[in-house]
């Protein structure tokens, strides 16, 4: 046996159990297609990730290069609101694409209704770049809106103090939730000139009307009007929700400019002192940056009436051969069956839930879902999605951890049949499901298949390095070719290492795709979900050690009942002890 394998010893024996941690029952996970397996990959063609945040946490010493493409990936399936179907992705200009994803109006914290669409779209965008594709993503700020100019006077602030502040808040937030920042970031005070030059577009071609200083578009004049959202005409109850004003030709008619009120912020136009209407901004400014014509046009589902479907008439209204290729559309936040709102006041705010979640479980909570569908808000489904990707960073972390011990070494042995053909149906699978309109619940579903792989693998190797230690004590009484024949039929600890490695940056490499791969060490993110974990369940570290000590005292005491019900309550709390020969520790799981 190699000197190098009697370090295995402390390491082994100080991992905890290879077991799906926290998970009183097993996860039902769909068997994927066989396929021919490729030919074996060596550990030094393997790669970690493509990106950044993967990159920091490759495993020590050893040489990658990427292996992972878009090589193979089935031919790009997207729905698209406009058809009511999944349609074949084909861009306007080969090998570029251009997206643009309504924003936020910057007055308040962005809540995780606001979270759900921009997961959605990032998953979309890291999707593209990944298929090789130069991606425009254009995601606006409306900073300037009847609730900010509330809101502001409310507070005593100017207009551009409060929209300021808070588009750096959003900011903050999606950059937690690992949302990659877009090509183009505008705000509607940047492009009032181009706003002014649309409208004026529309009024020439007898689109729209003035009327004492406000811009109306007249729908009756645009016979193309709700051909996205299908309504009838009839469905938008004008005055439903604000006064009808008498002044316009059709109580359906939208405003595309309003005249400017006593104390509110204006700007010079040829009708006056006044400000744009909320429809016009996305059409004036997705057509600046990315052309008349473009690719996606995205957004939460109740943008596609009124706003998306305005957008849609405003533009061809100016510009006729205007067209969006594909409009996308993001399902819900739903708290008791009713969309998640600030004007019903049933949000949580993206803080709220990243002061007792790490952001990652909330990114995977919100991807757990397929972005058409609603999500149903739970404080149940939040433990579930943190309690998965504590042990999916686990999983790796404990993989790392032995891997790294053969860094430096020139392992030669190719990787494990079986493996390899986890590894490469898992790849396919892969491609297959974000290729078929970005399956994301069948993508994290089967990650768990490859993770149970390499607990497999730790377990195998563990008992592997055991039984070598003995037939250590008993080589000199065996034969030398008796002993080789024995050992050539069970795989070597080079096979698991080889194994273990190449699971670990097929997982690492589609997390990564996902933006689900830390940016930080595993070491400190797997701290952070505990730190998190006890908050919610009010406890210090302090306090948790004196429980877990009490315990030990209980179990010396052969007072089971007691012990018992220690253990009981933790978990109640979302807190799972394990007892190891090194002690008793504990990990976050699901509250029972």
């Known amino acids: ?38 030919p074996a990959t060596l550990l030094s063609g393997l790669t970690v990730a493509e990106d950044t945040a993967a990159a920091e946490t490759a495993l020590p010493s050893v040489s990658v290069v990427p292996t992972t493409t878009a090589e193979g990936a089935p031919p790009l399936q997207l729905f698209n609101s406009m058809s009511k179907k999944k349609e074949l992705f084909v861009p306007r200009v080969e090998g570029k694409v251009g997206m643009y994803v309504c924003g936020v109006t910057p007055y308040d914290f962005s809540h995780v209704g606001h979270a759900r669409a921009y997961v959605a779209f990032d998953v979309l965008y890291r999707y593209l770049k990944f298929l090789g594709y130069e991606v425009k993503y254009v995601r606006n700020f409306t900073d300037i809106d009847d609730k900010i100019i509330k809101r502001a006077n409310e507070n005593g602030e100017t207009v551009t103090s409060l929209s300021s502040r808070f588009i750096n808040e959003f900011l903050a937030d999606v950059a937690e939730l690992q949302c990659l920042p877009p090509s183009d970031e505008p705000r509607v005070t940047e492009h009032i000139e181009h ?13 729209g009307y003035v009327v004492d200083g406000d811009v109306y578009f007249s729908v009756d004049r645009f016979p193309e009007y709700l051909s996205l959202s299908g309504r009838k005409l009839d469905d938008n109850l004008a005055g439903s929700r604000v006064a009808v004003d008498p002044r316009k030709q059709n109580p359906k008619d939208f405003a595309l400019w309003k005249a400017a009120k006593e104390g509110e912020p204006f700007w010079e136009s040829p009708w006056g ?63 008791d069956d009713q969309k998640m709102s600030k004007s019903v006041n049933n949000f949580f705010t993206i803080r ?39 042990y999916i960073y686990q999983t790796l972390y404990d993989c790392d951890e032995v891997v790294s011990l053969h860094g430096e ?38 990650f768990m298949e490859l993770l149970k792989a390499i607990n497999s693998n730790l377990n195998d190797l563990k008992k592997l390095q055991q039984k070598l230690e003995q037939q250590k004590k008993k080589q000199q009484q065996q034969k030398k070719q008796q002993q080789q024949k024995q050992q050539k039929a069970q795989k070597q600890p080079e096979d698991h290492i080889q194994a273990l490695a190449a699971l670990s940056a097929e997982v690492k490499s589609k997390l990564s795709i996902l933006g689900l791969m830390p940016p930080s060490p595993l070491a400190e993110v797997l701290e952070q979900l505990k730190l998190k974990a006890l908050s919610r369940a009010g406890l210090t570290e302090e306090s948790l050690q004196e429980q877990i000590e009490q315990r030990v005292v209980a179990r010396n005491n052969k007072q089971f009942d007691v012990s018992d019900q220690i253990r009981k309550d933790l978990v109640s709390k979302g807190i799972a002890l394990m007892d190891e020969p090194t002690g008793t520790v504990w990990r976050p799981c699901e509250r029972e």
Not at 24 to 33: G, L, T, V
Request: hydrophobic fraction near 40%; include cysteine.
């Open 1 to 38: 046996m190699s000197a190098r394998f009697s370090l295995l010893s402390p390491l082994l024996a100080a991992l905890p159990p290879r077991v799906p941690l926290g998970f009183a029952r097993p996860f039902c996970i769909p068997r994927m297609a066989e396929v021919t397996p490729a």
């Open 195 to 207: 706003i002014i030059e649309l409208i004026t577009e529309i009024i020439k071609n007898d689109k």
């Open 273 to 335: 002192h006044g400000r744009p209407g909320w429809h016009i901004e996305c059409s004036a400014m997705s057509a600046h940056y990315l052309g008349h014509v473009f690719d996606i046009h995205g957004g939460g589902k109740d943008l596609i009436f009124p706003h998306h479907e305005n957008e849609l008439a405003q533009s061809r209204a100016a510009y006729p051969e205007s067209e969006v290729k594909c409009w996308m559309h993001n399902g819900f936040i739903n708290i």
């Open 352 to 390: 709220d839930i990243i002061t007792l979640y790490h952001p990652l479980a909330l990114r995977f909570f919100l991807m757990r879902t397929h972005y058409k569908s609603d999500v149903n808000h739970s404080d149940k489904a939040l433990e579930i999605a943190s309690d998965r990707v504590y």
């Open 409 to 446: 070494e020139n392992i030669s042995v190719p990787v494990p049949a079986e493996e390899q053909k986890l590894v490469d149906d898992h790849n396919k699978a892969f491609l297959e499901s974000m290729s078929d309109d970005l399956r994301t619940t069948d993508v994290l579903d089967g």
